[in-house]
């Protein structure tokens, strides 16, 4: 049996992943940015979320279908985007897409993902969302937008929370960096772990699949990708350049990033679909406050003019059912996923959702709630 297939919760993962890859590959997952206050903070603000059941309340056994923009999904949470994914283990994203097409949930493609939209859309189906990182150059962007509505994409995420790149003190220590750096240090931990060692020679190097069509011949090399992302991908998110993103994208716009009524309520002024309430997991700015102490407010502030969902600190079911209670539609997880694929490959991809659903599901029974649309009565106030 499989190893993965005796983890019991997404703390099993982890360890598990820890034995498997790198140390500087098990650092990217895990850290947060500065000292982790927010991310901590994450943690401490989840548990603090406690549900109420009704035991006298007629019974129905749970169940999780839940429906976003027309869709209906198998279940009310999805898998967040996740940058250089093929680090951790190659060939990573395209394990999660297939995890998507498996139980009919949403999966979100990072711009700086190491597989392309094409190959995305191959093995998610039509449970592939595409995550974009706002490229300074626009005829890239809208090359971009155009390929994501070629494979039939139909919600655009836009992340608005990196106007620049979060301070990573272990990344930084470890000599971590796009592209990656051979060092002694990292020889050293790679030879500790000869399964992902011999994953990664037989696959390459991880490469930004989504972005080399738009480099010529002499950046082609991973080498040259860091300097080509400072100049020519990331530029900064307002209001104005969502207006002309709105314009130019005839699908579902979701912002992500969302942490105040007046962000949500302004981008829901210029016709946007949705938000993902978020703090990037802890990984941007160590004095953000976690969504769980700003959904109530924006869920309130929207007053369901938009589609809520929130990603950030997902650890378990019980963290999906915490989200569900204060509001947001549907929840987000990323570390999971990864440290899922981390441990087993496609198998561990699989048990991160499988734990999730479980959990949620036996929560739920234990409430006596019915669906995900009525964990908010199961709130304690």
């Not at 790679?190 to 060692?197: A, G, K, Y």
């Not at 997902?314 to 990323?334: N, T």
Request: hydrophobic share 45%; with cysteine.
């Amino acid at each position: 049996m499989p190893a993965v297939e005796n983890a019991h919760c997404i703390a099993d993962l982890k360890q598990l992943a820890r034995r498997r890859i790198p140390e500087f590959a098990f650092d990217y997952i895990e850290e947060g940015c500065n000292a982790n206050i927010a991310m901590q903070g994450n943690r401490r603000a989840l548990d603090s979320v406690q549900l109420q059941p009704y035991y006298t309340d007629a019974y129905a056994k749970p169940q999780l279908h839940t429906k976003l923009f027309g869709k209906q999904y198998d279940l009310p949470f999805g898998i967040a985007p996740l940058g250089l994914s093929g680090l951790v283990w190659p060939q990573a994203s395209v394990m999660h897409a297939e995890t998507a097409q498996k139980t009919n949930t949403p999966f979100v493609l990072s711009t700086v993902a190491t597989i392309s939209i094409e190959t995305a859309a191959a093995h998610a189906g039509d449970n592939l969302w595409f995550q974009l990182y706002p490229p300074a150059d626009r005829e890239i962007c809208l090359d971009l937008l155009a390929r994501a509505k070629s494979v039939g994409c139909e919600n655009l995420v836009v992340t608005v929370d990196v106007p620049n790149p979060g301070r990573r003190i272990k990344a930084i220590k470890s000599g971590l960096s796009v592209p990656p750096k051979i060092t002694p240090t990292s020889i050293w931990q790679s030879c500790q772990r000869p399964l992902w060692s011999l994953a990664t020679v037989t696959h390459g190097l991880p490469q930004f699949a989504n972005l080399t069509p738009y480099m010529d011949s002499k950046t082609m090399a991973m080498k040259d990708a860091a300097e080509f992302i400072r100049t020519k991908l990331r530029d900064v998110v307002d209001l104005a350049w969502l207006e002309w993103l709105r314009e130019h994208w005839q699908g579902n716009l979701i912002v992500k990033g969302i942490l105040t009524a007046h962000d949500a309520k302004a981008v829901m002024e210029i016709g946007v679909d949705g938000i993902v309430v978020s703090n990037h997991g802890g990984r941007q700015l160590d004095v953000a406050p976690s969504p769980v102490q700003a959904l109530p407010n924006i869920v309130a502030a929207v007053d369901g003019g938009v589609t809520v969902m929130v990603d950030s600190g997902v650890e378990s079911g019980i963290d999906v059912a915490r989200y569900l209670a204060l509001g947001a539609q549907a929840v987000f997880a990323g570390r999971g996923f990864m440290y899922g694929v981390a441990a087993g490959g496609q198998a561990g991809s699989d048990r991160c959702a499988t734990l999730l659903q479980l959990e949620l599901e036996q929560l739920m029974s234990q409430l006596h709630c019915s669906s995900p649309q009525a964990l908010s009565k199961h709130l304690w106030r």
